[in-house]
């Protein structure tokens, strides 16, 4: 088995992407909450190590780490979104209920859900994942390696002063971060003690969306003026250089106080494809612009094992960047060519990264590739039934 694969310890919180079609290209809703597990021999399931996860119209793919064949199927109709959940063996889906856990190891729903509508944002960190429900404003706090017994794990709720698309954060002092808005508005973000008690606030973050934390558990939210970064119990907020310069996505890593961030400047625009991506020091509170030269979508963002920023480009490269530099040290070739859809929900590649390996779908050929980041080197690849839509997998922590 290449090491590059077997290997799973993951630097940086991941993006979580949320859901909420009516505000950003981030979200949505599925059909069907009815399941059914089965492999191509229609027996039992045999465990998977290292799983990745991909879905496709009605259903999902579990497929084995290594080889990158499918190991199993699942059936569920409807638009799906997946997150690592935070340990060995599950993932989190997001479906028209809530937050579903599926084992992924065993190809199968464990029946532990978060009900609610409109479920977004999933954000691994300090060995707590966080669920934010748009539709309620929930918050839901829980150490994922209590989901090994199959139960709900017991842990922290808070729920927003009203529903929004929105994301959350517990820092490993116990702190948690919590947007601030409604349906129509989103201003910022508060700060609650361990009791839930608000200790801080900020609202100048027009339009706030996304989180991703850096090196010394800088935490990042985008806004479309730039970025609030709150550390060591103070919020910072970076302006962007221009009036509009939204960040909506963003990319951390433990290795790195620099966040990764995308970069738009025209708010009328029915789909924007930038060719410029943001780097914010968190220690220096400053930001710079780099143009790669190619359009990305919000799919395209991630963050190698030594803090490595990296982004696939519609060029077909998967590009690997030197974040304090902002210089690009290598362009991968993985896939072809592509235009990100203007519906958000359409397939488009994506970037899954876990550990030293990038894995790339190619929906349009119906492939999945698996490329060492350090080497450039493509692992493997495959052919899959159908077409893939979102791509993940099992992380253990953050």
């Known amino acids: 088995m290449n090491k590059s694969i077997r290997n799973r310890t993951f630097t940086g919180t991941a993006l979580a992407l949320a859901a909420s079609a009516v505000l950003t290209a981030c979200a949505g809703e599925a059909s069907s909450t009815?399941?059914?597990?089965?492999?191509?021999?229609?027996?039992?399931?045999?465990?998977?190590?290292?799983?990745?996860?991909?879905?496709?119209?009605?259903?999902?793919?579990?497929?084995?780490?290594?080889?990158?064949?499918?190991?199993?199927?699942?059936?569920?109709?409807?638009?799906?979104?997946?997150?690592?959940?935070?340990?060995?063996?599950?993932?989190?889906?997001?479906?028209?209920?809530?937050?579903?856990?599926?084992?992924?190891?065993?190809?199968?729903?464990?029946?532990?859900?978060?009900?609610?509508?409109?479920?977004?944002?999933?954000?691994?960190?300090?060995?707590?994942?966080?669920?934010?429900?748009?539709?309620?404003?929930?918050?839901?706090?829980?150490?994922?390696?209590?989901?090994?017994?199959?139960?709900?794990?017991?842990?922290?709720?808070?729920?927003?002063?009203?529903?929004?698309?929105g994301v959350a954060i517990e820092l490993s002092n116990g702190e948690l971060l919590s947007t601030i808005g409604t349906e129509e508005k989103r201003t910022g973000a508060l700060v609650l003690d361990k009791n839930n008690k608000e200790i801080k606030r900020n609202e100048n973050c027009p339009g706030v969306h996304g989180e991703a934390a850096a090196k010394g558990e800088a935490v990042g939210i985008g806004c479309e003026d730039g970025i609030l970064i709150y550390k060591d119990g103070k919020f910072t907020k970076v302006d962007a250089p221009d009036d509009y310069g939204r960040i909506g996505n963003q990319s951390g890593s433990d290795a790195s106080p620099i966040l990764l961030g995308d970069y738009k400047t025209d708010p009328e625009a029915e789909l924007e494809r930038p060719t410029r991506i943001s780097l914010i020091d968190t220690e220096t509170a400053k930001l710079r612009l780099v143009d790669l030269g190619t359009s990305y979508s919000f799919r395209s963002l991630g963050r190698g094992p030594q803090g490595e920023a990296l982004l696939l480009g519609t060029n077909g490269n998967l590009h690997v960047i030197d974040p304090e530099t902002g210089k690009v040290e290598k362009r991968i070739p993985v896939v072809d060519e592509w235009q990100e859809p203007l519906d958000w929900q359409q397939p488009r590649p994506t970037l899954f990264v876990r550990d030293h390996t990038a894995y790339v779908s190619e929906p349009g050929k119906r492939k999945l590739h698996a490329i060492d980041i350090e080497t450039g080197k493509k692992v493997t690849s495959v052919t899959l039934p159908k077409s893939t839509n979102e791509l993940s997998g099992v992380v253990t922590g953050h």
Do not use: C, M, W
């Open 34 to 165: 009815d399941t059914k597990a089965k492999n191509a021999a229609g027996t039992k399931a045999v465990a998977v190590k290292d799983p990745l996860v991909a879905t496709f119209d009605g259903g999902l793919y579990v497929l084995d780490g290594e080889s990158l064949k499918p190991a199993g199927t699942i059936e569920l109709p409807g638009f799906n979104r997946l997150n690592p959940a935070g340990d060995d063996d599950h993932v989190i889906v997001s479906t028209d209920s809530g937050f579903r856990v599926l084992n992924a190891a065993e190809q199968t729903f464990t029946g532990v859900e978060y009900k609610g509508a409109k479920p977004g944002h999933v954000v691994r960190h300090a060995g707590k994942t966080v669920l934010f429900t748009d539709g309620t404003g929930e918050v839901d706090v829980f150490d994922p390696d209590d989901l090994a017994g199959g139960k709900k794990p017991q842990g922290r709720s808070y729920t927003s002063a009203e529903p929004h698309h």
